[in-house]
């Protein structure tokens, strides 16, 4: 018989077995002890100090009420007969300052994963912000670099505009004294004809005209 013995504590445990085809219509039962005198004697029944009769449908129990830090010899049988080697159990059960133990790890283990969890929402937040911060600020360098191409263009063309009045104005000084020599011509020439004019004139008066 294949007994299992499992969810040991300091104070109770839960026992396991396989049915049996010669318990069908009967009980089986455990008996346990924490007298190792049980065993020496030779796996008698009166030996045993605690008893129960499970019915046939169950093949587990819950047993309770045990002692801290104990060995207990238990044995699974049909309807109270006197077991055999193959149907009984040998465990311990812990102590009161081991539970208490394992409870502050479990305690200390989950604080760590909760603050290894903590951690890490922290470093992908930090790393999230960080992204997104360069994703929005190359936008903004894009439109600085716009604006200041478009204000150097805006500073040539009027740099142009500048250098380009000075040539426009001479240019129009230029025009402006061509379109002034025409009258000083006709005034010179017409100067020179009035002058002949009046020689021929004396001329004449004095009887030396030339023919």
Not at 21 to 47: A, E, H
Not at 104 to 117: F, I, N, P, R
Request: charged content about 15%.
């Amino acid at each position: 018989m294949g007994i299992v013995i499992y969810n040991i504590s300091s104070t109770s445990a839960r026992v396991s077995w396989p049915s049996s085809p010669g318990c069908l219509d009967t009980f089986y039962s455990v008996m346990y002890d924490p007298n190792w005198n049980s065993l020496l004697m030779g796996y008698k029944r009166k030996s045993f100090m605690h008893e129960e009769r499970i019915p046939v449908s169950q093949t587990s129990t819950h047993l309770a009420n045990l002692l801290p830090q104990t060995a207990y010899f238990l044995c699974v049988t049909c309807q109270a007969a006197n077991p055999v080697r193959d149907q009984c159990q040998v465990f311990s059960t812990l102590s009161d300052s081991s539970e208490g133990h394992d409870r502050a790890g479990w305690e200390l283990a989950m604080g760590v994963w909760l603050t290894c969890c903590i951690l890490l929402l922290v470093i992908a937040g930090i790393l999230l912000w960080g992204c997104l911060h360069t994703i929005c600020s190359i936008p903004s360098q894009a439109a600085d670099g716009r604006t200041v191409v478009t204000n150097s263009t805006r500073q040539s063309v009027s740099g142009s505009g500048r250098l380009y009045t000075p040539r426009s104005s001479s240019e129009d000084s230029a025009k402006h004294a061509t379109n002034m020599q025409p009258p000083l011509l006709s005034q010179t020439t017409g100067h020179k004809i009035n002058q002949d004019h009046e020689l021929r004139t004396l001329a004449k008066l004095s009887g030396t005209e030339p023919v």
